[in-house]
C-alpha cells in the first residue's frame, strides 16, 4: 500500500504541474483582441429536438460584433417543433438559413452527417461548428478569427464553460474538463506535431475552409462518436496548425441537465476518448482511483495517514486551481472530489461495457458501434 501512495504522489504532481501550466499559460478565447472585419464566417448549427435550446443560441449569435458571417441551422429529423423554432428565426432575419436534414445513411453517426450536410450549404472563409446548448458571448467570432489570423490556424477549438445545475452535473461535468486542462499543456496540441497531443471539444471547433477541405470534413470521420478530437488528429496529421484554446466567459453550455443525460451522455463518449483501446483505458481509470480516490481511503490507516494527507492536499489544490480559473462550481468541485471522480468511473466502466455490448442509444437513435470498427 506504501508503494501506491507513493505512485499516487507521483501521479498528482504530473496532473498539478500540468494544471499549474495551463492556469498560467493557456490560450484564452477571452484575452485576444477580436477583429471585426475580417474573412467570411459561416457558423454550423446542428439541431436535433432542441426546441428548448435553439432560439437562445441563434439569439445568441445574431447580436455577434462581427460585421460579415452567417447562421446555418440543421433541423436534423426533430420530433419537436425544433424545425418551427428555426424557420421564424430564418423568416425573421436574412443572415439565418434555415436547412431541412436528411435521413441517416447507413455509417455515419447523426451529427456528423448533420455537419456534413451543413458544410455543403455555406460560403465561408471560416466554418465555426458549434452545437445548439451552446451561448456565446457577442465577441466570440471576433476572437476565434483574431486567434486564426494571429496564429495561422487551419483549426481552432475552445472548451465551453461548462454551466451545471444539479448535483450529479456538479460533480462529474468539472472532472471531464478535468481531462484536458490536467492532463494536457493546451500549447503543446499547437507546438507538436504529434497527433496524440491533438484535442478539440465539438461544441466550438472552427475550421478554415482550406483546412476543412484538406481533411475531406466530416466525412473523413463519418463513423466516429468522438468526432471532435478525430478531426484534431486527422488535422495534425495532415500538416495543418491547430489550437486548443479555452472558451470560459466566450462561450458557455450546459450540456446536460439530469443524472440520467449525464450518464447517457458521458456513457457515449468515455471510452472514445481513447480510440476504444482497452488497455489504455483502464489504465486511464486505474491512475484515477489510484491518485484521486484512494488517498482519501488510506487517510484512515495510521501507518499512512501523512503520505495520504500529502496527496489529498494536491487533490484540493489542483481542483481548487481548476475551480477558480474556469469557473467550476467550487464545494462540489473541490470537497466532494472523490465521490465526483468515483461516479465518472462508473460512467467510464459503463461506456466500456455498452460499446463492447455493440450499441448505444443518442437522443432517440440506435448507435450502431460496428461501423466503427
Known amino acids: 500500500m506504501f508503494i501506491l501512495i507513493f505512485v499516487a504522489i507521483g501521479l498528482l504532481a504530473i496532473i498539478l504541474v500540468v494544471t499549474l501550466f495551463n492556469a498560467v499559460t493557456a490560450p484564452m478565447l477571452k484575452r485576444v483582441d ?10 454550423l448549427i446542428p439541431a436535433r429536438n432542441e426546441e428548448a435550446n435553439i432560439g437562445a443560441c441563434i439569439e445568441g449569435f445574431l447580436a455577434q460584433k462581427y460585421n460579415d458571417f452567417e447562421i446555418c441551422v440543421l433541423d436534423d429529423q426533430s420530433t419537436d417543433r425544433t424545425g418551427a423554432i428555426i424557420e421564424q428565426f430564418s423568416q425573421r432575419y436574412p ?11 447507413s455509417g455515419w453517426m447523426g ?3 448533420a455537419c456534413h450536410q451543413l458544410s455543403q450549404q455555406v460560403d465561408g472563409d471560416i466554418l465555426i ?6 451561448r456565446p458571448a457577442p465577441d466570440a467570432i471576433a476572437n476565434t478569427v483574431a486567434y486564426i489570423k494571429r496564429f495561422k490556424l487551419g483549426l481552432l477549438s475552445a472548451f465551453p464553460e461548462k454551466v451545471t445545475g444539479t448535483l450529479a452535473e456538479k460533480l462529474v461535468v468539472p472532472v471531464v474538463d478535468m481531462f484536458v486542462y490536467a492532463g494536457l499543456p493546451l500549447w503543446l496540441t499547437y507546438f507538436s506535431r504529434s497527433p496524440s497531443l491533438a484535442a478539440a471539444s465539438g461544441l466550438w471547433i472552427a475550421f478554415t475552409h482550406e483546412a476543412y477541405q484538406r481533411i475531406n470534413g466530416h466525412q473523413a470521420v463519418s ?8 478531426l484534431s488528429r486527422l488535422a495534425k496529421k495532415r500538416g495543418i496548425k491547430i489550437l486548443t484554446s479555452v ?4 462561450v458557455s453550455c450546459r450540456m446536460y441537465h439530469s443524472f440520467g443525460e449525464v450518464w447517457s451522455g458521458f456513457s457515449k463518449n468515455l471510452f472514445g476518448l481513447v480510440r476504444y483501446k482497452t488497455v489504455p483505458f483502464f489504465v486511464l481509470m486505474l491512475i484515477l482511483f489510484t491518485g484521486c480516490v484512494l488517498p482519501y481511503i488510506t487517510v484512515w ?6 503520505l495520504s494527507l500529502v496527496a489529498i492536499s494536491m487533490n484540493i489544490v489542483m481542483r481548487a486551481v481548476l475551480a477558480v480559473k474556469y469557473r467550476h462550481p467550487f464545494f462540489t468541485s473541490v470537497v466532494l472530489h472523490p465521490l465526483g471522480i ?3 468511473l462508473l460512467i467510464g466502466i459503463n461506456s466500456f461495457y455498452q460499446v463492447k455490448r455493440g450499441r448505444l442509444e443518442w437522443k432517440g437513435r440506435q448507435i450502431d458501434m460496428q461501423v466503427n470498427g
Open 129 to 134: 461548428f458549434t452545437d445548439a446548448d451552446n
Open 223 to 230: 463513423n466516429q462518436i468522438v468526432e471532435d478530437v478525430e
Open 95 to 105: 443572415e439565418v438559413q434555415a436547412i431541412r436534414g436528411e435521413s441517416l445513411p
Open 301 to 306: 490507516f495510521a501507518s499512512l495517514t501523512k
Open 247 to 250: 472558451g470560459t466567459r466566450v
Open 342 to 344: 468515483l461516479i465518472t
Open 34 to 43: 477580436g477583429c471585426q472585419n475580417g474573412p467570411r464566417v459561416s457558423v
Open 111 to 113: 451529427k456528423n452527417w
